[in-house]
């Protein structure tokens, strides 16, 4: 902690109010993301300033904080409340930036929660964590996924969103081998959806035996599918 202190004194009063923001934004800084925050700052100069005290480091990564100590040294020094404040500030710019970056989402949920956002870092998270398990992350997609669920309120508003949850988590715990608990999660995602699941032998029984009728009643003609119209074939072909 001594050394940490040392570190940080010898950076100048005046670049010492960005260090809050940048410790924030993460070790690796995005300095285009710090310059959109400061857009009146010399971030050269002061990067420059941090990295002869040796707070900051400039690698083939980009500018970083010379350790992780350094950074949470300077967290240490912001109260709980301003952390927040500033990662809101920090989600909002990411926001506003490029729609294409592809850490995006991991970003946002990560500062909208750090802020306290709870229904942007379940967007966020819910977003993020489909992005990974498309990417064959699975542990980390399973993670942020779960995550979502958590801080999504079960209402009748959120109950599409949910069973997609319970989807995209059911197909991670079947990648996983955990068949039961994909099950699981594919028997609350029709559940959301207002599809009741036969749970017993005996309403798997029903439902074979009307699944039976139906298919009798449209062999005999007695009943016949519904067709799409012909406009609406052609919209469907459009």
Known sequence: RRVVARRLEQVPNQARSLLGMAAVIGRTIDLGLLAALAPDADLERWAAQCVEASVLERTSEGTRFAHGKLREGVLAELAEQEQRRLSLLVARAIERGPADRVDRYSLLAHHFGKAGAREQEAL?????????????????????????????????????????????????????????????????TLSRLGVRVPVSRFDWVLLLLRQMFIQFLLYTGLIRPARASESAALDANE
């Open 124 to 188: 966020y998270a819910a977003l993020s964590g489909e992005q990974a398990v498309r990417s064959f992350a699975i542990a980390e997609g399973k993670a942020l996924l779960s995550r979502a669920l958590d801080l999504t309120e079960e209402t009748s508003e959120t109950a599409s969103r949910r069973a997609r949850l319970h989807r995209l988590l059911g197909e991670v715990s079947h990648y996983e081998g955990r068949f039961e608990q994909s099950l699981s999660h594919l028997t609350c």
